[in-house]
């Protein structure tokens, strides 16, 4: 099928990658001339595992085609795809001008025929009411369109598995028409396919996301009881999570979740539902939880430390997660600054985010090797789930560091060999 996307930041790049992958034909279209160039030159703006050769290939292949002109994607494509961000307001709801003047521009660029505009950027229920309605209001052609929800339910760092193995595909539609070639397009990667009304596929997408938060926070709350009564979190989440009602995943206790989109889609959830006369007290906590989680762990380190000024902390991690080069609403990076706040030097490395980070963390000495980042300093904080932490050199952090003391913020390192090592060591809920 002849695709347009709208948009090519991670969802927008990774889903017409994937679709020009399974051999439709994909343009995609951003506004951001530079970027519109790097892409066509074979280069990509983000760290995404395995979307460069993706990109590569198909462009290769003549199915992926870049452009900065909407009218050119919308002209050439029977169905057109909206990825383009939906940003955090001041007061937690969703700016959703970009999609208002996308689909304004979309409207003006059909000259015609039937159309199947999707939304697959995360919007708040009844989005897509106000969407239909500004495309027919802003359409002077003899056209038919039907717009259509498709929340995306993509993990940065797994990105390209979690659209080629979707665990379901949500389409929410408001007649039957768009449904059979949303399922053409979606055939390859066979799905579990639901078909829903638009408001419920909207809900979805915050739903699931609000639930995944609530689960961390509730992992994270449970750590606390285990720290102050002496039990192991990860025996408890490996003890609950193997009911398969309950289930393991995202039961990980930490330093909480960041990232664009669970602090977002929390925040945004809340507001709707409180513009829909309902206060949802519930993911209210799960966002003071998720806040807490931080403060705790500062305590941690200043209950240890004591004072922060004049001390050395080697920080191991800065993107909001592993896998990624994303710092957005970082908790490693958020923790950095707290640090650095408090008066403590720091030494940093991340695998991927330290180019990212740069704009925002100052002033503190990256470091491009993981195994020198703990030399000559008082301790040693591991911030991000890179799996690549737990082969750090410790045998030569403990020759190297003024203190042998550790601050595990992703459970990464075992305790009793920690302890076996002579650190300090400190986790979550162990
Ligand atoms: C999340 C969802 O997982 C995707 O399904 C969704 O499509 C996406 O948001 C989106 O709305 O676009 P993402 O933000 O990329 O994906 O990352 P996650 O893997 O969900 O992690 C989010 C945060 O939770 C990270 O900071 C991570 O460190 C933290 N986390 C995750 C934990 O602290 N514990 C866990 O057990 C799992």
């Known amino acids: ?96 001008s970009f999609i208002e003047k996308v689909a304004r521009e979309i409207a003006s660029a059909i000259d015609g025929g039937y159309k199947i505009v999707v939304d697959k950027s995360t919007v708040p229920v009844k989005t897509g009411e106000k969407v239909a309605e500004t495309i027919k209001r802003y359409c002077k052609a003899q ?22 193995k979707p665990d379901r595909v949500v389409i929410g539609v408001t007649s039957q028409r768009p449904v059979a070639p949303l399922r053409e397009i979606y055939a390859p990667f066979n799905a579990p396919f639901i078909v829903t009304d638009i408001n419920s596929a909207e809900l979805i997408k915050h739903a699931a996301n609000s639930f995944l938060a609530l689960k961390i926070s509730y992992i994270n709350a449970v750590a606390a009881i285990c720290e102050a009564s ?114 403590a030097a720091l030494r940093v490395h991340d695998p991927r985010a330290m180019e990212k980070a740069k704009a925002v963390l100052k002033n503190v000495t990256y470091v491009d090797d993981m195994n020198a980042v703990a030399d000559g300093c008082d301790a040693l904080v591991i911030a991000t789930e890179w799996p690549e932490f737990k082969r750090v050199d410790l045998e030569r952090a403990k020759r190297e560091m003024s203190h042998p003391i550790i601050f595990d913020g992703r459970n990464l390192l075992d305790p009793a060999e920690m302890a076996r090592l002579g650190f300090v060591y400190k986790s979550i809920g162990r």
């Open 143 to 164: 056209a038919e369109v039907d717009v259509v929800s498709n929340p995306e339910f993509l993990r940065e760092g797994f990105a390209i598995e979690d659209l080629m």
């Open 230 to 343: 002496g039990a192991n979190v990860e025996e408890v989440a490996t003890g609950i999570g193997l009911d398969a009602r309950i289930g393991r995943r995202f039961l990980n206790a930490g330093l909480g979740f960041g990232g664009s989109c669970f602090p977002k889609d929390l925040s945004a959830f809340i507001k709707i539902s409180e513009q829909l006369g309902y206060d949802f007290q519930l993911l209210k906590e799960v966002e003071r939880i998720n806040a807490d989680q931080m403060e705790r762990f500062l305590k941690k380190i200043t209950d240890t430390l004591w004072v922060l000024k004049e001390k050395k902390i080697g920080v191991l991690g800065l993107a909001f997660k592993q896998n990624t080069d994303d710092v957005r609403m970082s908790p490693a990076l958020d923790l950095c600054l707290r640090l650095q706040k408090e008066g």
């Open 1 to 96: 099928m002849k695709l347009c996307i709208i948009g090519t930041g991670y969802v927008g790049l990774v889903t017409g990658a994937c679709f020009a992958e399974v051999g439709h034909h994909v343009i995609c279209v951003d506004n951001d001339v530079a970027k519109v160039n790097l892409l066509r030159g074979g280069g990509i703006p983000i760290f995404e595992p395995g979307l460069e050769e993706l990109v590569r290939k198909n462009t290769t292949a003549g199915r992926l085609h870049f452009t900065d002109s909407i009218k050119e994607g919308v002209e050439k494509s029977d169905v057109i795809f909206i990825c383009v961000p939906t940003p955090r307001q001041p007061d937690g709801s969703v700016d959703l």
